[in-house]
């Protein structure tokens, strides 16, 4: 017959096994949400990443939207500012009119201007297939070949984009062909 001592060994034996046991259970429960919460916390910085460039996305498309929009009324306005030169140049009798033109003229240039509008250069430039658009070609020996001898109509940049290109008479030095 087992004696108490033994009986002792047998339940302490079992205890330690049950302990044993339920240590390997709470070790693999513990490893697996340490795993888990490290897949969250990736999945977070991911969301939060994928958050933060459709954040940046919507910006950029918003501000080009916007551009385009400027561009657009930029463009619209550029035969008025056409018709004001052309009308600026004719004589007037009117005096006063002719004034109150060119004021109304001058304000709205300063207006485009501030908001990006610049007018391409043409006086005393070389022509520049980029900008400027040929119109006219002039034999001339006493000029630099490719020089800008005059502007029919003026070419614009807005915000450092071509919105038309300036047409203008080109000097072409016969002896350079």
């Known amino acids: 017959m087992a004696t108490e001592a033994d009986q002792q060994t047998v339940e302490t034996s079992e205890g330690n096994k049950l302990d044993q046991t339920q240590k390997e259970d709470v ?3 513990r490893d697996r949400l340490a795993r888990e919460k490290q897949e969250l916390q990736e999945l977070l910085l991911r969301n939060r990443a994928e958050f933060d460039n459709f954040r940046k996305r919507t910006e950029k498309e918003r501000k080009e939207l916007f551009e385009f929009a400027s561009i657009e009324s930029v463009k619209a306005l550029l035969p008025i500012i056409d018709d004001f030169e052309r009308a600026l140049k004719v004589e007037s009798a009117d005096k006063e009119y002719a004034r109150g033109m060119e004021l109304i003229y001058q304000r709205l240039f300063e207006a485009l201007k501030k908001a990006g509008l610049e ?3 043409t006086e005393g430039q070389i022509f520049d297939p980029h900008i400027h658009h040929a119109v006219d070609m ?8 490719q020089a800008i001898l005059k502007e029919y109509q003026r070419g614009y940049n807005f915000k450092g984009r071509l919105l038309r290109p300036a047409m203008v008479q080109v000097a072409v030095n016969p002896s350079k062909r």
């Open 27 to 29: 070790v693999s429960e």
């Open 119 to 121: 007018p391409v250069p």
């Open 138 to 145: 002039v034999d001339s020996e006493d000029q630099t070949d």
